[in-house]
Structures are given as structure tokens and as C-alpha cells.
């Protein structure tokens, strides 16, 4: 079973029924990019539906293209998911990405991969 992707903008894992995505240092995510991620995840899930923990500290930037079509079609075969986040401006870009668009499924940022999965446990 593949348990493991990357692409140019992100790596992959599967890993104790969470769905672990990495993006890389400064990416920059439009829309092409966007819908590559999601193809990508989906690809390594085969259907099945999992908890999926973000870590963005490597976003240099999304338009808001991505932004919408990762908070619509990114939440297809997500329970819930929890964004990795490590200073005041990717806080800040992820407080704004939940106000403006209202992601279908449970979501949240956290400091720490503890708590994130912490958070997440519950919708294994």
C-alpha cells in the first residue's frame, strides 16, 4: 500500500489513520498547486476518508483561488483537519483562511503536532 508522496509542493504520509501533509520551505500555492495537492492526497488515500494534519510553516504565500478551492473540494474524504502553524503570520493567514472560507469540516491551528493530534484523535 503507497504510504508516502511528494510533490513539488508538499510531501505526504499516511500514517495511524491521519493523513500527514508537509509543505515545503516557501512554496507558494496558486491554483494550479492547489489542485495538485488535493489530486495527490487523494491519490494516497484511495477513497477512504481521515484526519489530516497540515503543517503550513512553509507557505510563503496563497491566492485566494487556492484558498477557495482548498477549503471546498480540499475537504473531500477529510473529517477534520488541523493546521501546524509557527508564528504570527501563518496564524494570522490561518485565522483568516477559517473566517473567509468557512471550510466544511472541522478545522483548527495549533503551535505544536501534539496537540494537533490531540485535536484530531477524535475524528480517527
Known amino acids: 500500500m ?3 508522496i511528494e510533490n513539488n509542493y508538499a510531501s505526504y504520509r499516511l500514517n495511524d489513520n491521519i493523513v ?3 509543505y515545503h520551505i516557501q512554496v507558494t500555492i496558486d491554483i494550479e498547486a492547489a489542485v495538485k495537492i ?5 491519490t494516497l488515500q484511495k477513497g477512504e ?3 489530516v494534519l497540515c503543517d503550513i510553516r512553509g507557505v510563503k504565500e496563497i491566492n485566494k483561488s487556492a484558498r477557495d478551492y482548498l477549503a471546498l473540494e480540499g475537504s473531500l474524504f477529510v473529517k477534520a483537519v488541523a493546521f501546524i502553524v509557527d508564528n ?6 490561518t485565522k483568516f483562511y477559517l473566517k473567509a472560507n468557512k471550510p466544511p469540516v472541522p478545522t483548527r491551528a495549533f503551535l505544536t503536532i501534539e496537540e494537533a493530534k490531540v485535536f484530531l484523535d477524535e475524528y480517527r
Open 2 to 4: 503507497l504510504n508516502n
Open 20 to 22: 500527514y501533509i508537509r
Open 38 to 42: 488535493v489530486e495527490d492526497r487523494l
Open 49 to 51: 476518508s481521515f484526519p
Open 88 to 93: 504570527p503570520l501563518s496564524g494570522t493567514m
